[in-house]
């Protein structure tokens, strides 16, 4: 049984920093791959972030490029989203997600999603 269970979210300020952590088990870490989306209050669910178990490529949202980091250590099998210079229009819940033998990270097309963490950034 494929799990997700995502941490690290929280309180921060303006310009701040979080790191938010994916611990994933149930599945072949290098055969998916897994993603970070977020959903803001009345907003529809975004991607941020997608890394490819396979081969370790990375995609990014426009909003985050240059802020926001993915990375995996396979060993502990946990997907991390390094979050930096953090805005309020970054506030929502995190979620992570993993699809099955893929290399991206379509929001309507993930196999599995994690319950999410809900990050907050104030002024």
């Known amino acids: 049984e494929v799990q997700l269970v995502e941490s690290g979210g929280g309180l921060v300020q303006v310009g701040g920093s979080l790191r938010l952590s994916c611990a994933a088990s149930?599945?072949?870490?290098?055969?998916?791959?897994i993603g970070w989306f977020r959903q803001a209050p009345g907003k529809e669910r975004e991607g941020v972030s997608c890394?490819?178990?396979?081969?370790?490529?990375?995609l990014y949202g426009d909003s985050v490029k240059g802020r926001f980091t993915i990375s995996n250590d396979n060993a502990k099998k946990t997907v991390y989203l390094e979050m930096n210079r953090l805005k309020p229009e970054d506030t929502a819940v995190y979620y992570c997600?993993?699809?099955?033998?893929?290399?991206?990270?379509?929001?309507?097309?993930?196999?599995?999603w994690g319950v999410g963490t809900l990050v907050t950034v104030s002024l």
């Open positions: 149930g599945f072949t870490f290098d055969e998916y791959a």
């Open positions: 997600a993993v699809k099955k033998y893929g290399t991206f990270c379509p929001v309507h097309g993930m196999d599995y």
């Open positions: 890394i490819s178990g396979g081969d370790g490529s990375t």
